[in-house]
């Protein structure tokens, strides 16, 4: 069973910037793809970033593409999102997913993934 621990929210002002982690325990996740979606206060949870077993492919929402970038070191059992030039719309609880069948779905489709964590709250203010 792998678990994963998010990590690395606060607050911040506008146009700052966070990075937040992913670990996995539990055993390797290098086997997996990996996502990360973030829920705001009653809004459903939303697709923010993906990346495949290797790292080589990345994929985002719109509404982060060139602010936010997703990595992993398999080595150390992590996937990072770096974010910046936050907006106060990004205010939400971020969370990661492993993927469970990469081949079945939809990347951005959070029914696809599995053994989400407790989530970081990243809250930027204006």
């Known amino acids: 069973q792998v678990q994963l621990v998010e990590s690395g929210g606060g607050l911040v002002q506008a146009g700052g910037s966070l990075r937040l982690s992913c670990a996995a325990s539990g055993r390797t996740i290098s086997s997996y793809r990996i996502g990360w979606f973030r829920q705001a206060p009653g809004k459903a949870r939303e697709f923010v970033a993906a990346?495949?077993?290797?790292?080589?492919?990345?994929s985002y929402a719109n509404s982060v593409t060139g602010r936010f970038a997703i990595s992993r070191d398999n080595a150390k059992n992590t996937v990072n999102l770096q974010m910046n030039g936050l907006k106060p719309e990004d205010t939400a609880v971020y969370y990661c997913?492993?993927?469970?069948?990469?081949?079945?779905?939809?990347?951005?489709?959070?029914?696809?993934?599995?053994?989400w964590g407790q989530g970081t709250q990243v809250t930027v203010s204006s």
């Open positions: 997913g492993k993927r469970r069948d990469p081949l079945s779905g939809s990347y951005y489709d959070e029914g696809v993934y599995d053994s």
């Open positions: 990346i495949s077993q290797s790292g080589g492919i990345a």
